[in-house]
């Protein structure tokens, strides 16, 4: 069955530490992984990923992809009190376009 | 300039009525979900359309009933409301349906916080 696991579940830490969020994949047929920041209300689009080993970055935020271990991490550095939200990462699903999202994980940045 | 826009965003209701919610969306995307967000916060898909056309029915109740008049609205309709139905419903879109080719991923709306009673 295909699955998105993320890790942590939820996360606390100070301004200025920098956090590293977890996202493993089990699918065939893998086309993409995307991440997402979803605050108070809909998610908002951070990065897509299709290839292995290449960073993509925006700002304090970075993400790469490792499609032979199956997952992906998420870097926020410098973390701010606006980087607190839930982030979440989908994969499509094996031999169809529908993504399935994990369950993301809570970050709480306290001033 | 709301790209993905869904009304209401709060509903209450009772249980065994019928509701609907209305999803627009403004970016020339071809394609419109639907996603269940439950208590726990996990996404889950009910619907995809892409121009007008059902691509996406997951095992989701009869109940449930999209409708995509044209490719910029994708309406839900709940018929007979269930308590276990109260959740958050998200609207997206996309603007292919395979978004490997560099697409920027999905765009949501900001969701309608549905709660039965």
């Known amino acids: 069955e295909d699955k998105v696991v993320q890790s942590p579940l939820s996360l606390v830490v100070h301004e200025g530490d920098t956090v590293t969020l977890n996202c493993s994949y089990e699918?065939?047929?893998?086309?993409?992984l995307l991440w997402y920041k979803q605050e108070k209300k809909a998610p908002t689009f951070l990065f897509m990923l299709?290839?292995?080993?290449i960073e993509k970055k925006s700002g304090r935020l970075s993400s790469i992809l490792d499609k032979k271990e199956l997952f992906s991490i998420l870097n926020i550095t410098a973390t701010q009190t606006g980087d607190s939200a839930i982030y979440l990462c989908?994969?499509?699903?094996?031999?169809?376009?529908?993504?399935?999202f994990g369950t993301g994980t809570r970050l709480k940045v306290l001033a | 300039d709301t790209a993905v826009s869904q009304t209401p965003k709060y509903l209450v209701t009772q249980m065994g009525n019928d509701k609907s919610i209305k999803c627009e969306q403004n970016?020339?995307?071809?394609?419109m979900y639907w996603y269940k967000q439950d208590s726990k916060k996990f996404l889950k898909i009910m619907f995809s359309?892409?121009?007008?056309?059902?691509?996406i029915n997951e095992t989701v109740p009869n109940r449930f009933s999209p409708k995509s008049p044209d490719k910029a609205h994708l309406n839900l309709h709940i018929n007979s409301l269930e308590l276990g139905d109260s959740a958050v419903y998200f609207c997206?879109?996309?603007?292919?349906?395979?978004?490997?080719?560099?697409?920027?991923?999905?765009?949501f709306g900001s969701g309608t916080r549905l709660t039965v009673v």
């Open positions: 997206a879109s996309s603007q292919e349906f395979w978004q490997g080719r560099g697409g920027g991923g999905y765009t």
């Open positions: 699918v065939t047929n893998f086309r993409s």
């Open positions: 299709t290839s292995s080993g």
């Open positions: 989908a994969v499509p699903t094996s031999g169809t376009y529908k993504y399935i």
């Open positions: 970016l020339g995307h071809d394609t």
């Open positions: 359309y892409n121009n007008k056309e059902l691509i």
